[in-house]
């Protein structure tokens, strides 16, 4: 054999060895939110081949124009404006399409507008990429969450909502501030709908596994109640102030959804306070909202059973009463 045969039977070796897929990610909706996460994305480093796609489509494409020329200060990434036919083979499709709050208004009252978009993209999203895990962002987003599994006829694992990934990261940013420690080392949940009537998990707040008011105890520090309270409110109405101030809010969710975008590719099992299909979890059923969830390679690895007090119990069932009635008016089935 000559050296020339040498080298066309490696290259045709090489060409019969199946190559792994590059690991894809696809974005629908290139607003604020979008844009910020692809932009995290980008510089993670974590996905090979990222697709950006809005119905603006001169809107994508300036987007994946300008964090391609930030692809020489990161990773080698592909990364271009496509349509819902390249999500086909996306490990995670994030959806972020859709309206956001006006100021003052709530995340429900949104709900119309956006389910609408859902029915035009979500069947299309399912037929494109049956095998993937759809992450919602847009609200109200336990709604959306729940309608985009009706409508793709997707396994309820493979469909995720941010759901309170972000008010959990406000709630412990604030006791961080208040306590004096890391927010890292701060463990506590809001559980819920990711709105108004979210719920803190007081009774398992915990600070290197002492409760909120045994730290205080071991520290010579009082346990404000109404501090408690103060932080609640202000966790649970960060948006607001927010929109008032910049109009949007974008750069934490995207951390978020970043967050849960990381375990997923890595296949992590991370605990994160995600919105997903809840089965039997005192006597609800049926509907979405947040609970500590293992986020792996599958989507939803498992919803943890936290133990709650009994105001917590019911609040939680006021609070997915409020979103299964309004599941219930899109008339989804
Ligand atoms: N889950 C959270 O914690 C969280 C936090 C902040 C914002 N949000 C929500 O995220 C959503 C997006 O917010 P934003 O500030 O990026 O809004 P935005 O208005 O900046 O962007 C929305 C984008 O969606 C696009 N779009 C509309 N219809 C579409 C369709 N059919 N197909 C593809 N693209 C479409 C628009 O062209 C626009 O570019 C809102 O619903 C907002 O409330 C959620």
Not at 206 to 215: H, Q
Request: negative net charge; proline residues 4%.
């Amino acid at each position: 054999m000559t050296a020339t045969d040498l080298l066309v039977r490696d290259a045709m070796a090489a060409e019969a060895v199946p190559q792994p897929r590059p690991m894809r990610v696809a974005i629908v909706g290139m607003g604020n939110v979008g844009a910020s996460f692809a932009y995290a994305l980008l510089l993670s480093g974590l996905a090979a081949e990222i697709v950006l796609i809005d119905a603006n489509r001169a809107k994508a494409e300036g987007e994946a124009m300008d964090l391609n020329h930030a692809v020489p200060f990161s990773h080698p990434t592909r990364l271009w404006a496509g349509d819902l036919s390249d999500c086909a083979g996306a490990v995670v499709t994030v959806l972020a399409a859709g309206a956001n709050q006006k100021p003052g208004e709530t995340r429900l009252e949104l709900v119309k507008k956006n389910a609408a978009i859902w029915r035009q993209i979500v069947p299309e999203l399912a037929r494109h990429n049956p095998n993937g895990i759809l992450l919602i962002a847009t609200n109200p987003v336990d709604v959306l969450t729940y309608a985009a599994w009706k409508l793709s006829g997707l396994p309820a694992a493979h469909v995720i909502g941010s759901g309170t990934i972000l008010d959990t990261a406000r709630f412990r940013y604030l006791l961080s501030q208040h306590f004096g420690v890391d927010a890292r080392s701060v463990h506590a949940f809001i559980i819920g709908e990711h709105g108004d009537s979210e719920v803190p998990v007081w009774s398992s707040a915990n600070i290197a596994g002492m409760r909120l008011p045994e730290f205080c105890r071991a520290q010579a520090m009082s346990y404000d109640a109404e501090a408690m309270r103060q932080i609640f409110l202000q966790t649970r109405d960060a948006a607001y102030r927010i929109i008032e101030r910049k109009g949007a809010t974008y750069y934490a969710v995207a951390a978020g959804l970043m967050r849960i975008t990381q375990a997923i590719l890595r296949n992590q099992k991370t605990v994160l306070s995600v919105s997903s299909v809840i089965r039997e979890f005192h006597g609800l059923d049926d509907v979405c909202f947040s609970l500590p969830t293992v986020v792996d390679r599958g989507g939803v690895e498992d919803v943890l059973r936290l133990e709650l007090d009994d105001s917590e119990v019911s609040k939680l069932r006021e609070s997915a009463e409020l979103l299964r009635k309004t599941i219930q008016s899109l008339d989804l089935s």
